[in-house]
Every structure is written in C-alpha cells, then in structure tokens.
C-alpha cells in the first residue's frame, strides 16, 4: 500500500471514481436520447434518432436556441473591451488602491449570483429594459467579467513590457504601441476569455431566470421548465445540443491555447 | 510626369486616430490613463452594487398585506422574520452542506489534479483535461437533468435493482442526492484551481523526501499537501461560496424537500410575494459569503484568487 504500487492504485481509484461521476450525466443523456420509445426508460426500448428529428419541429426550443445565442454573443462582446482594457491597466498602469480595485473587481464573484439576478432584475425593471433580449447578455457578462479578466490578465503578464518600451523608443505613439504590440501579443488571452464568456453566459441558469420572461426565455430556463413537468426523451435531445457545443468549445479551447494552460502555475 | 507622393492608407488612418486620441486625452493625462482604461469593467460591476443598494432598501420595509406592496416606513421586522426557527434551519441546513460538499469535492480533486500534473503521458494529461472541461462548459440544469434520468424512479440505477429482484429505492428529491449533483459540479472548478499549486511544486521536493525514506502517504501529508496550501484554500473558498449559494441543484434534485438560501431567497420574491423578506434574507447571505471570504482572504491573502500575477 505504501509502495509505488499502492499509490499508484489509490490515486487512480479516485480518478475513475471521478471519471464515471463526471461524465455519467452527459453519458447517460446522449442514451436516453436515442431511445425509440416515447418515455425515459432502461433499458431504452429500442434504438433511433427520432427525437433528434422531432428538435427541428419544437418551435420553443429552436427559438430558444437562437435567443441563448443571441444574449451570449451580446455577453462576450460587451466583456471584450471592458475586460481586455481592465486587465491592461492592472498589470501595465500605477493604479492607486489597487488591491481595493482588485476586490471590487471580483464582486461578481463575491456577490451571490441570486443576489446580483434580483438586483439586476430590480434596476432593469425600473429604468423599463426588462423584457428585452439584449439587457439579459449585459447581465451575463456582469457576472463573469471576472474570468474575462483574469484570461487576459493572464497573457498581459506574461508579456514583457521591455517590448512595449521598445516601440516607444523606435518612435510609436501610444496608441500605435497599444494596437501594434500590446493587443496582439493579449490576443490568445482575448480569444480565451471571449470563448469563455460565451459559453458561460450560453449555460447561466439562474440570472437568466430573474432576467427573462416567458417570451424571451432562453434554453437553459427553458430546459428547467420542461424538467419540472414530465421528462420525455426530446429533453434529452435538445441537452445533446448543449453537450455538443460544449465538446466544440472544447475543442476550439484545445486548439486556440492548448488546455494544458490551465495547469501552469502563476 | 510628376508622382505626389503619399503615405499608405493604414498609415494615415493611425496618423489620425492617434492625433484624435491626443486631442480627446492629452498627454498630460497620461498618469491618469489606466483609470481610463478601468472605467468600463468599473461601471459594468458597478450595476451589481445599485442592486445590491435596491436590494438593501428593500430589506428594510415590511409588506403591507393588504395591499401587497411594501410600507414607506423602515422596521427591520423582516430581519427578525428572515431569522426565524424556519430560516434559521435552511441556513444551517446550506452552511452544513456547504461543508460536507466542500470536504468531499477537495478529497476526489486532490488526486485527479495530482494524477493529471504528474502524468507521464501526455495522452493521458489530455484525456483528464477533456473530462474536466466537458462537463464545466455543460450548465448545472442540463447536468441535473441527466441525473434525474440516472437516480430517478425508472432511471438507470432503479432499473438496475429492479432487473436484479431488489425493491426500487427513492433516490431523487433528497438530501444525498443534492450533495452528490453539487459535488459534480464543483468537481471541474476544484481541480482547475488546484492544478496550478500542484504544478509549482518541484518534482525533486517529493523525490527528496523519498530518498529521505518516507513513503508516499508521509510525502503527501508532509510535503505535497503543505505545499498546495495556496491552491487548497483558494478551491475551497470558491467550493464553499458556490455551494452555499446554489440555487438549481437543491431546486432540481432536492425537489423542494432541501431548500438552500438561494431558494428561500427566491421564494420570498415569487411564492410567498414579500420582496421585503426575500431582501432580508439576501442581505444575511451576501453578509455570511463576505465574512467568510474576508477571513480566509485576512488569513491567506487574495494570492490564488487576485488579478495581477507579480506582487507588489
């Protein structure tokens, strides 16, 4: 047990323990839909892509799609400035106050989610936005902005700012040094965090349930609605929707900046 | 024939943008530029703070019954409604499990972020990255909902027991369930944030203790574990906070019978009406989340979880 052997073993025993809980859900979701009968039951009653074909008839759901993809697209382009230029002046400006700015910046995070969703759901009722589609993408960036941030915060540090210097004394003005040197050289960062922001803002349940309403309700509500009433295979195929969108964020992630990334040590 | 010469276009274009830049922000404001560039990420998270002033004003009228709205006058009649024996057993009820949650998540992440950083094949790193991210980048509603289809009355593991002549057992709409559908969740944000620490410890350190003759678990409680301290406080902050502020798993999979905060939160606004309460009960959260990170931040510093990587 204390040898090479045992740890080996205890370690990757926690690992498939993990494995199977992390990926049961999605598993057992792309079974049940390709059942070929009309309820979630095991063993499925038979094989087919039924349900897949019956999606494109489910005018709620293919609505809702579009509106989820509407709202996160909103989301990543609002973050893009706002994070990528706080990010700069955090690692390249004097900031006074910076470690108050830093914890103010982190209030998304700090602030309850149910929380921000009713204030947010508050002030957009009283200056009259609620009800549109475009406030709900605002809202879902608000609250991930953080990681916008820390995904360009990331690649700003790892810049060199000799290299920026370099530009000046070669004669660039600072807005020529800026678009030149400095946002390319952020750019994998930007790219990252935009893609984040998008497929965070395409899964937020809980503020977009304070943020929408029943005619601008957007997947991720709309799936919780149909979960709560009786669960029937089409729920299944429209999740494999969200399964393949994430599989593709993963992949673009992959290929972008390599998810290795994420294991290196600040 | 005579040529007029002139600069390119790309050229002449950044020529004006940045004497236009000049003009709007003169150099002489240069020290104030990075307050510039602050400005937007500023005022977006400034509207969580008019919130949560809404939210605070609100906690502080009681509901007139009669005619459903709130009173003009302050009482902070809510905050005593907002404490009472009913309240105070879900927020007991979401402390608790957001410790249980907490222990477990950090007991199944430590290993899979070990085994992941120290794999030998790269193969391997990948395929444990892909497990993580797949799930992380699938909503907590779609997540839950696949357990539905596992746990519940003709899910996957009743099927199981009933093919095998054992009784079909309640599994959904209780409290194991919830701990289980949240420690799934947390698992991708555990292990991401636990990564980074386990990286920057030098192979040779848990190589040196091995030479000196201690066998891995006395390498592990000695030297790897008190290493990753960063990485162990900052997941667990973000583990707990999260847990104690969830709202769709103990509303999908407890099925009403575990009602966290957050539930109590939204009913107060949408079943029982009484926006005043709700509010209370929101401002008791967002006062327990902020004690509990300002002490953990007090005691370890924002180190893990801060913005800029160099340290003033």
Same mark, same amino acid.
């Given at each position: 047990m204390t040898g090479a052997r045992g740890k080996s073993m205890v370690l990757w025993s926690v690992v498939i323990f993990n494995l199977i809980t992390l990926s049961l859900p999605t598993v057992i979701i792309l079974g049940a839909s390709l059942t070929s009968g009309d309820i979630v039951e095991f063993p499925p009653a038979g094989l087919s892509l039924k349900w897949y074909g019956k999606l494109w008839l489910l005018d709620n759901f293919k609505d809702a799609f579009w509106r989820t993809a509407y709202v996160s697209v909103i989301c990543a382009l609002i973050s893009i400035p706002a994070g990528t230029l706080a990010a700069i002046a955090l690692a390249r400006f004097r900031i006074r106050f910076r470690t108050t700015v830093q914890v103010y910046l982190l209030l998304p995070f700090t602030i309850p989610l149910v929380v921000s969703g009713l204030g947010m759901m508050m002030i957009f009722g009283e200056i009259r936005i !609620?009800?549109? !589609?475009?406030p709900v993408g605002l809202g879902l960036c608000i609250i991930n902005l953080p990681f916008m941030i820390w995904a360009v915060s990331a690649t700003v540090n790892a810049l060199d700012d000799e290299l920026e210097n370099a530009a000046a004394n070669c004669g660039a003005p600072p807005l020529q040094a800026f678009l030149t040197v400095t946002l390319p050289a952020v750019m994998p960062g930007v790219i990252t965090g935009a893609l984040l922001m998008f497929i965070l803002a395409f899964n937020e349940f809980l503020v977009s349930l304070f943020l929408t309403d029943a005619r601008i309700v957007t997947l991720p509500v709309s799936i919780y609605n149909s979960i709560r009433s009786v669960i029937t295979p089409d729920l299944a195929a429209v999740s494999v929707v969200y399964i393949i969108v994430a599989g593709v964020a993963v992949f673009a992630l992959d290929k972008l900046v390599g998810l290795e990334l994420f294991l290196k040590s600040k | 024939m005579k040529h007029s010469f002139r600069y390119p276009l790309a050229w002449r274009l950044l020529d004006w943008a940045e004497a236009a830049a000049a003009a709007i922000w003169p150099r002489r404001w240069a020290s104030l530029t990075g307050y510039l560039l602050l400005m937007p990420a500023m005022l977006l998270v400034f509207v969580l703070v008019i919130g949560l002033i809404y939210i605070g004003e609100n906690s502080l009228h009681e509901l007139d &019954?009669?005619?459903?709205r709130l009173k003009e006058a302050f009482s902070l009649i809510n905050y005593r409604a907002a404490t009472s024996a009913t309240y105070q057993t879900i927020i007991g009820r979401s402390l608790g499990a957001s410790a249980i949650v907490t222990a477990i998540t950090m007991v199944l992440a430590f290993p899979y972020a070990y085994v992941m950083v120290r794999a030998a094949s790269a193969w391997t790193r990948k395929l444990l990255l892909i497990a993580l991210f797949l799930p992380f980048f699938i909503g907590q509603v779609v997540r839950a909902y696949g357990w539905l289809i596992v746990l519940g009355k003709q899910g996957l593991l009743n099927s199981i027991l009933t093919d095998l002549g054992l009784p079909a057992i309640k599994l959904i709409y209780n409290y194991p369930a919830v701990i289980l559908g949240l420690v799934q969740y947390m698992l991708p944000f555990a292990v991401l944030l636990l990564a980074p620490a386990i990286t920057a410890i030098g192979e040779e350190a848990e190589l040196a203790s091995e030479s000196l003759g201690a066998n891995w678990i006395q390498t592990f409680r000695h030297v790897v574990i008190p290493m990753a301290r960063p990485g162990l406080i900052g997941a667990s902050v973000v583990v707990f906070t999260l847990t104690l502020t969830d709202f769709a798993m103990p509303e999908i999979l407890g099925g009403g019978t575990t009602d966290f905060i957050a539930n109590a939160i939204y009913d107060g606004f949408f079943? &029982?009406?009484?926006p005043g309460l709700g509010a209370a009960l929101s401002m008791i959260l967002v006062t327990i989340g902020s004690i509990l990170v300002t002490i953990i931040f007090y005691l370890a510093g924002t180190g893990t979880l801060g913005f800029s990587g160099r340290r003033p």
């Open positions: !609620l009800g549109q !589609l475009w | &019954i009669y005619t459903y079943q &029982i009406s009484n």
